[in-house]
């Protein structure tokens, strides 16, 4: 059964603000991680919990402001205008976290895996996290180079708007995910639409300079595990192909700027992995399990050692 805890924060430029901290815990264990969604999504990947929980690690999954159990009636659905709004939500879910536990993985899948290794970068030296597994984590934008200029041209008032920009919508990845269309996965399609959520150039913007700010190099002080499919793929139709692809992000590019995190980093490819690497086919997902377990075992502490 899982525990629902709202975290109240500072009203934003939309108004009212909470992020809600989803846990689920075991009966005593001094180690957790704690789960950061990303764009167009919410925490519902329950087998991820179960895993963690199988090894002893109690586990929570932040839905950030503006997303899944934390959207309010009033607020645009993901808006913000810095990665850095996060922030705050993070510092009290973690605050929370370790009332009662020595150790934190953060472990985060795609905007969140910016935004969890820029976080990171901001508390290095505090001890509060001991390690980061990144899954498809946002470091580019997977965009022809005229959009990439445009998106990197973006400048007040045009990156402060709240109108979102037209560049279509596609439920390739959806369609690939769902139980109700090609995929096996059963979510709320209303917390997170088969076409994803509307972009808006504040969001772009934000996301661009925090992505500037990583290439530049960051100084995570923690072991850093970065998963990646094998394969990108874009298409605009749904193919059998998509099921075993990155269809959102280039692969090669989440590589490339691994290292641009910190100086313990290890990437792993893992061949015919979606983008939510666990949510590709089972074999699939058991292999990534069993890399995230070879990485926990290696760099934060053994399953057993709580025993």
């Known amino acids: 059964m899982y525990e629902i805890t709202v975290l109240p924060m500072p009203p934003d430029f939309e108004g009212e603000v909470v992020a809600t901290l989803v846990s ?32 002893g690690i109690d586990f929570y999954a932040l839905d950030l402001r503006k997303y899944g159990r934390s959207l309010l009636p009033h607020q645009t659905r993901g808006l913000i205008r810095s990665v850095t709004d996060y922030f705050p939500e993070i510092d009290e879910a973690v605050r929370v976290i370790r009332r009662d536990h020595d150790e934190l993985t953060v472990n985060a899948h795609s905007t ?12 290095r030296g505090r001890g509060l996290v001991q390690g980061l597994v990144l899954n498809s984590p946002f470091f580019d934008l997977n965009v022809s180079a005229p959009l990439r200029l445009a998106a990197d041209l973006l ?59 990583l290439h530049a190099g960051l100084a995570v002080d923690v072991p850093v595990l970065v998963l990646a499919s094998a394969r990108g793929l ?4 749904f193919v059998p192909e998509a099921r075993a692809a990155d269809i959102v992000l280039d692969p090669r590019q989440i590589a490339r700027w691994s290292t641009s995190i910190g100086p313990h980093v290890t990437c792993v490819r893992v061949a015919d992995g979606v983008h939510d690497l666990v949510l590709s086919s089972e074999p699939v997902r058991k292999q990534v399990f069993a890399e995230i377990d070879r990485w926990l075992n290696a760099y934060v502490g053994p399953a057993d050692r709580d025993a």
């Open 234 to 237: 874009r298409v605009r139709d």
């Open 24 to 55: 689920r815990r075991t009966e005593a264990s001094r180690r957790a991680v704690l789960y950061l969604h990303g764009f167009t999504d919410y925490f519902f990947q329950d087998h991820l919990a179960e895993h963690y929980l199988d090894r």
């Open 155 to 213: 400048k007040t008032p045009l990156s402060y708007t709240s109108r979102p920009l037209p560049l279509g919508v596609s439920t390739v990845y959806g369609q690939s995910l769902h139980s109700s269309e090609q995929g096996e996965w059963d979510y709320d399609l209303e917390l997170k639409p088969l076409g994803g959520f509307a972009v808006h150039a504040m969001w772009l913007a934000a996301v661009r300079r925090a992505q500037r700010r």
């Open 112 to 123: 969140g895996g910016l935004i969890a290794s820029l976080w990171a970068d901001r508390v």
